[in-house]
Nanobody, 128 residues
Framework: EVQVAESGGGLVQAGGSLRLSCAHSGRLFDVDAIGWFRQAPGREREGVSCLDESNGRTYYADSVKGRFTISSDDAKNTMYLQMNSLRPEDTAVYYC?????????????????????WGQGTQVTISS
């Protein structure tokens, strides 16, 4: 079973930056995609970004394009989400998943509802 642990959240002012980390273990050899999701109070979990490590394909939600960057370090079994130019609407609990079968916008809309493979999340709060 894949296990993940998110970290790096915090409270920053609008316009600031944060770098989230996700340490993972237990990935199957043929699982190549990773992703970040977030859930704001009173809203459904949404897909933020994913990366297919086999071909470098990425996906970003329109709301974060040009501001967020997903990356991974296989040697450290860790994925990252660099978040720049943060806005109050980015405030949410951020979750990672390391067991995505592929990376696409449609896939993220499906994977967000999966029951397993989630960590505790890390809180990101952006003040205006």
């Amino acid at each position: 079973e894949v296990q993940v642990a998110e970290s790096g959240g915090g409270l920053v002012q609008a316009g600031g930056s944060l770098r989230l980390s996700c340490a993972h273990s237990g990935r199957l050899f043929d699982v190549d995609a990773i992703g970040w999701f977030r859930q704001a109070p009173g809203r459904e979990r949404e897909g933020v970004s994913c990366l297919d490590e086999s071909n470098g394909r990425t996906y970003y939600a329109d709301s974060v394009k040009g501001r967020f960057t997903i990356s991974s370090d296989d040697a450290k079994n860790t994925m990252y989400l660099q978040m720049n130019s943060l806005r109050p609407e980015d405030t949410a609990v951020y979750y990672c998943k390391a067991d995505l079968p592929y990376c696409s916008g449609y896939g993220m809309s499906v994977f967000r509802n999966e029951r397993d493979g989630w960590g505790q999340g890390t809180q990101v709060t952006i003040s205006s």
